[in-house]
């Protein structure tokens, strides 16, 4: 297991406008490494960029049963506990989805505990640093309906088809994203990709995306193609599990703010009602 950080300069980045990569925090029990991971993070956000559409698709986990507790070993359901504990392939997608909400909602000074036993019965003990902290309540309590959206688009602008890492620029009209980047971030990051939103906690979870029509090509090059969509061998589009690709983001979001950034709103439901939600996630390449 590895833990790949940028080359770019830590200036570049800020809470609100940061450039993310995959680096594989999954299994590593050096703590001292993830006390320096999460000095780092407080001044340049580092996030994995791999995750994969079935744990995504709830296969892993019940995000139901674990909103209704705080993010903390101590609060989850004995069913939640018993899921991550597996020492197999289900046991892996639930860490897998654990570790990404962790680093989505907790800030750099909050982290995540688990033990569990491997196949070979050896424990395993792992700390899960929270990074982007777009939820950070919920180390100590259920989450709310905004902080559920937050989380739900923070997610799927994470997984990857490829379940490469790939180094990425996150975005949002919202706190604590809203910051603006830098100038620098900007000129190293001009492509936005698309955008995500949605609930995957709700009672029918559901994820929404949409792509920039002028960067299609970049995206994929890029190995980026949740956006987009995956563009299988016989031509036919394919999406990342439940991630739904409603189309281009001009004809179900208002245009981009005044400095390019992200997507200022979309429609909630474009199957169903004209509804818009400012709860957005808007994704960006080199």
Known sequence: MYLKLTSLKRTSFVLGCAAALSGCIAEMEDTEALDELAGEAQGALVMENALSANALNLNALN????????LHPDALSAKSLAALAAPDLGGDMARELVRYAVSCALDSHQSFKLSWRDENGKLRKERYVGQLGVAPTWATGPLDEYGQRL???CLAARVNYYQVPVVISVRSHEN????LCTSQELIDYPDV?????GNVFAEEPYI????????IDNSRAHKRDCAVGHLGADGQIVECGMIRIVGSCSDVCQPLDASKQYYQSCIERPDRNSSTTKVVITTSLP
Do not use: D, Q
Not at 176 to 179: A, H, S, V
Not at 208 to 215: D, E, F, I, K, L
């Open 63 to 70: 995000l139901n049963a674990l909103n209704l507790n705080a």
């Open 151 to 153: 989380v739900s688009a």
């Open 176 to 179: 604590p994203l809203k910051k």
């Open 193 to 197: 990709e698309g955008t995500f939103w």
């Open 208 to 215: 929404n995306a949409c792509y920039n029509s002028a960067t």
